[in-house]
């Protein structure tokens, strides 16, 4: 049972380490901490992505900037309560890990696959350039009756095809995790840079209603 639930949400990064391990929280006297590896695209640009690793997988008190590692595990979604609203935060929870050797080159250096439900209306638009988009929000079930809520961006065709989705849907989505920072405004004159994570779907299916 557990198993098969895992299927629904599978992510493999590799990339080096460009932070220290920050705590995040503790489970059963299990310590989870924050590290920040960043992830090459094929153009010249790159992501930072969070995981969420146990102080059981790795040694935390070592300094690991500059060195390469290769996880895989899920994206994962908790609200967190900022000032006035619940913010989404986004993680890899890390399930496995690998100090990579000099020079090693991963088949999957940035891997998501999703199958999950529509929880809210896809929001379809086009860039200044003419560039076609849609958001769409998907639950991805976890065992227990938990759900993370993962936000996906389409473009193209894609874009058209999931403007078309109902909320309830089941969707599947293959592509990759994407980090993208934006400016929030506190006040009138004051901004803050936060970051934004998200899938980059480059495949998504359909899933029609199973025969009962």
């Given at each position: 049972m557990t198993d098969k639930v895992f299927d629904n949400?599978?992510?493999?990064?590799?990339?080096?380490?460009?932070?220290?391990f920050k705590y995040s929280h503790e489970?059963?006297?299990?310590?989870?901490?924050?590290?920040?590896?960043?992830?090459?695209?094929?153009?010249?640009?790159?992501?930072?992505?969070?995981?969420m690793v146990s102080e059981r997988l790795i040694d935390i008190k070592k300094d690991y900037k500059g060195q390469y590692l290769e996880v895989s595990g899920q994206f994962r979604s908790y609200n967190r309560h900022d000032e006035t609203k619940n913010r989404l935060v986004l993680s890899v929870f890390v399930r496995e890990v690998t100090v990579c050797e000099p020079g090693y080159e991963s088949a999957k250096p940035n891997y998501i696959f999703l199958d999950g439900f529509i929880c809210k209306q896809p929001v379809y638009r086009k860039t200044p350039l003419g560039r076609e988009i849609a958001d769409i929000l998907l639950?991805?079930?976890?065992?227990?009756?938990?759900?993370?809520?993962?936000?996906?961006?389409?473009?193209?065709?894609?874009?058209?095809?999931?403007?078309?989705?109902?909320?309830?849907g089941h969707?599947?989505?293959?592509?990759?995790?994407?980090?993208?920072?934006?400016?929030?405004?506190?006040?009138?004159?004051?901004?803050?840079?936060?970051?934004?994570?998200?899938?980059?779907?480059s495949k998504l299916e359909y899933v029609e209603n199973e025969a009962e």
């Open positions: 949400n599978q992510v493999n990064i590799a990339g080096e380490v460009v932070g220290d489970v059963f006297g299990e310590g989870f901490y924050i590290l920040d590896i960043s992830v090459n695209r094929l153009s010249d640009s790159y992501d930072i992505i969070p995981l639950a991805v079930n976890r065992p227990y009756g938990k759900s993370d809520y993962i936000p996906c961006i389409c473009w193209g065709r894609n874009a058209r095809y999931a403007e078309k989705f109902p909320v309830g969707v599947q989505v293959w592509g990759r995790i994407q980090s993208r920072e934006y400016q929030k405004k506190i006040s009138e004159n004051e901004f803050e840079k936060r970051v934004a994570y998200e899938v980059s779907v």
